[in-house]
């Protein structure tokens, strides 16, 4: 019985592997495909004769490594600073004492329900009074502000860590900036690989702030790869767009890849105190 109950459980994952990938899957069987197939009927499932020509495109129609560059350098700037930035934040609400605390821990998070959507225009007129527009800055200015989800992370993190590891740096003359640097913070490396994660992809996968922000020359490859593949008709080159994101996604998956158990042993604590 346990065993047909387990072969049940894995034929589930399974389906639900297969359902998962499938658009990423079918994207990349497009990127290979010639554009007279995917226009076929009946549908071409494999492409007949698979080419790198689309990815050849993809790289050449515009300056993809160049926007590219732009987007590594946002995707670098925030990430780094905002899992700085909630880091800190998160270590002051875990083991800091101070009057209303709790309600400022509880305005933070109450932020999350709030859609982007409503904070686009005055960001965006904020952003114009203070001539910050064609700039990064304001990715600098984000960061610095922590992300809620992130803080939320951290200070349950920091919340679990034992209480004599701070005491014994207190007895030996450290202050709060020292003993977050030097004890708390290179411990929450889960925590730390975790919001690397999420904050690259949310950045690199953002297309509003970078089109709304930025001119031409100086935009993201996110929205250069949904407006540049065209032909000289205007019409969409929709097999040279599937090369050019599944390159898109390549920088994501290695991140991930990289700091993946982090990121699992951070999901599987973070509801812990």
């Not at 965006?124 to 990064?136: E, G, H, R």
Request: proline share 5%; glycine share 6%.
């Amino acid at each position: 019985m346990v065993l047909a109950r387990r072969k049940v459980v894995y034929l589930l994952l399974a389906a639900g592997l297969v359902l998962f990938l499938s658009p990423f899957g079918w994207l990349v069987i497009t990127a290979f495909k010639a554009p007279s197939e995917l226009r076929a009927v009946p549908v071409h499932w494999w492409p007949h004769h698979p080419s790198l020509d689309n990815f050849r495109q993809a790289l050449t129609l515009f300056d993809y490594l160049g926007y590219a560059r732009n987007s590594l350098t946002i995707a670098g700037l925030y990430s780094t600073l905002v899992t700085l930035a909630s880091a800190w934040a998160g270590y002051g609400f875990a083991r800091l004492q101070a009057p209303g605390k709790r309600v400022v821990f509880g305005l933070v998070l109450s932020t999350m329900m709030t859609p982007q959507i409503i904070t686009l225009i005055p960001t965006y007129l904020l952003f114009a009074k203070a001539d910050l527009i064609n700039s990064y800055v304001p990715w600098v200015l984000w960061g610095l502000a922590g992300a809620p989800y992130l803080i939320f992370l951290f200070r349950q993190f920091f919340s679990t860590m034992p209480k004599e590891l701070e005491e014994a740096a207190i007895v030996d003359g450290c202050g709060q900036i020292r003993i977050f640097w030097r004890i708390f913070l290179p411990q929450s490396w889960p925590v730390i690989a975790t919001s690397l994660i999420l904050s690259f992809s949310w950045s690199w996968g953002d297309y509003i702030a970078p089109a709304l922000l930025l001119d031409d020359d100086r935009t993201t490859l996110s929205v250069k790869i949904a407006t540049g593949y065209v032909n000289e008709h205007g019409t969409g080159l929709y097999t040279v767009v599937a090369a050019g994101s599944v390159m898109y996604i390549v920088p994501v998956l290695l991140l991930f890849l990289i700091l993946q158990r982090g990121f699992i042993t951070s999901a599987s604590t973070s509801g812990l105190k």
